[in-house]
DNA sequence: ACATGTGAAAAAATTCACAGCA
DNA sequence: TGCTGTGAATTTTTTCACATGT
């Protein structure tokens, strides 16, 4: 029997544009294609914001270097989201694919440590339009205590599960030194946080029931340099 | 006939600790291998620190939650780093691994855009102790020009081919505004740039003979919504 | 005895290619 | 005609299990 979801509530009737009820199967769906999932959703959004209507595989495979069976594959994990002849309406298609991500939904977010990346953090705007609320922020410097950043109160890391609770907050961004990563992290589980960006260059632990994402900035320059180094390297072979 | 690069510097013939030259051949290695070395990396950098002169396989891997043959089987994509019945060298595998890399020299960076993330980005200290420096800053803000941050000169974006020129840099993080990133990377491109961390939410076009790695930061928390919305509805099933 | 390195097997992900539908 | 959806084929990646080396 496969996991299933109720997706997308059923058009009325008359309206004849809307599909009928689906179903998401969350059965062994590969973790690649969740986060093509984020750049098909992206990209949609650019192509709305250009005035395209519809969209086909082909199309937005090649503005994201995916080819057009890849799309249609990774879309068909959860669901018939085209028209033969006819290909993705987008406005539509964004709307499927924010349900599947679970951001038809606000998401309250703290953020702790407020040095130079939770501030950058606390000000980015491309959190807001995709469905995330960033509700309170938390440092352990006094001298930070009580002010606003961005409209955002700075709580002491003290505070941290009287805060998360009162602000309902489900998501947990840490951008403190790594030493203090894991000590943090395990305050946001005792919380009762659901899921947790680690900024800090270390392995942090968690309970199963808490997802986590981790984002190393010196490992994406790795990733380049890398393919730099392989680059010349095939270059002077030839 | 296989790619292969010179490694690891021959020993002294009276060194009886250092390895014989390898290899590295670099045909048909997974995407996935390399963020892996850059996580074994972080590690072991972290048991050293610890006082850990040797890690097994089992033991590298458990830490960061993989199995022992799939620490095996990445390392020997590039040489054999292993000692049987001991494990791997600490110093020795970090050595090998930057090699792998390419961090074992330094790479001169700049950043464009000093908004809040430029700023964030500017001042993280984990680039300097990866191998990476920050040569110069760029930006469209008048107001900005001329001034210094952490110690590095902000010059206007029109001085980006001169700036990227004069100071060797091989390296673009890009953290513009998303309209802003596709001008921008162009001429990072004009300039000689080998590689680009994006840090705009928008697809970049490049030329097949320059690297980029994406970062969405709205993305990253949508891996984890998807998780968590995945997690309660498979026990709503059950 | 113990841990690596590695072919072989298994599993997973991608690509193909075409039936079916607008 | 032109596109999606999708089993089947292919390719890639991971896991297994054991021969090899210390």
Chains 1, 2 share one sequence.
Not at 3 to 32: C, H, N, W, Y
């Amino acid at each position: 029997m496969p996991l299933a979801i109720d997706f997308l509530q059923t058009g009325s009737m008359a309206d004849s544009t809307s599909k009928d009820r689906q179903e998401i199967t969350f059965s062994s769906v590969p973790k690649a294609v969740v986060s093509r999932l984020s750049l098909y959703l992206r990209e949609l959004q650019q192509l709305l914001g250009e005035g395209k209507q519809t969209v086909r595989s082909g199309e937005l495979g090649k503005r994201l270097g995916f080819t057009d069976a890849q799309v249609r594959k990774d879309l068909t994990y959860f669901g018939q989201f085209g028209y033969p002849g006819i290909g993705y309406r987008s406005e539509e298609l964004v709307q499927a694919i924010r349900h599947i991500l679970g951001t038809d939904i606000e998401w309250r977010v703290v953020i702790v440590g407020i040095g130079n990346l939770g501030k950058a953090l606390l000000g980015y705007k491309g959190f807001a339009s995709q469905g995330f609320q960033i509700v309170a922020a938390l440092d352990n410097d006094p001298k930070k205590m009580g002010t606003k950043l961005e409209g955002v109160k700075i709580h002491p890391i003290t505070e941290l599960k009287k805060v998360v609770r009162q602000h309902r907050a489900r998501l947990g961004m840490v951008a403190v030194p790594a030493v203090a990563a894991q000590d943090v992290v395990d305050q946001l589980v005792d919380a009762g946080i659901d899921g947790i960006v680690n900024f800090a260059p270390v392995t942090i632990n968690l309970p199963n029931h808490v997802s986590q994402v981790g984002v190393d900035l010196a490992s994406e320059l790795e990733q380049i340099t890398f393919a730099v180094a392989k680059r010349l390297q095939m270059h002077n072979e030839a």
